[in-house]
């Protein structure tokens, strides 16, 4: 091979590689906050909610007590008693990743979620969550007014 033949080959193989860590970095950046949701709601269906109430960022917590949680649970049972969950959207910005779906309830309805994941101290932590992203009153969140 050529001397110009070589530094084409190199280039060639620089860029791949590039694009091929774009890549990679790019679907890490939705596959671990979904991991993280997933996980999270699996929590949630097996009733360890301290497990799942610890996955959720200092925000959410500053904002969402312990109570506010359960009751939260308790008016929407299909977050503990799905039977299963199907994410069809992501988005990602900076370090906040929003993941939408549905839930399907062990009685066969269907509810759509949205959740906010934010990367928090190296670790994606629950943001957000609401059921019926159209109804105000069904989300709960960091961010939510205080009355």
């Known amino acids: 091979m050529n001397k110009r033949a070589k530094t084409v080959f190199f280039i060639s193989t620089g860029a791949i590689a590039l694009i091929a860590i774009s890549i990679a970095l790019s679907l890490s950046s939705i596959t671990r906050p979904s991991k993280v949701a997933r996980r999270f709601l699996e929590d949630l269906s097996k009733r360890k909610l301290e497990a799942a109430y610890s996955m959720t960022s200092a925000q959410f917590r500053a904002t969402v007590t312990k109570e506010t949680f359960r009751d939260f649970l308790t008016l929407y049972p299909v977050l503990t008693s799905k039977s299963e969950i199907n994410f069809s959207g992501h988005t990602a910005e900076s370090n906040i990743t929003t993941i939408s779906g549905d839930i399907k309830g062990i009685d066969g309805s269907i ?20 059921l019926n992203p159209a109804e105000t009153n069904r989300a709960l969140s960091s961010e939510e007014e205080k009355q």
């Open 111 to 130: 509810t759509p979620i949205t959740m906010h994941v934010i990367k928090e101290k190296g670790d994606w932590r629950i943001l957000a969550l609401s």
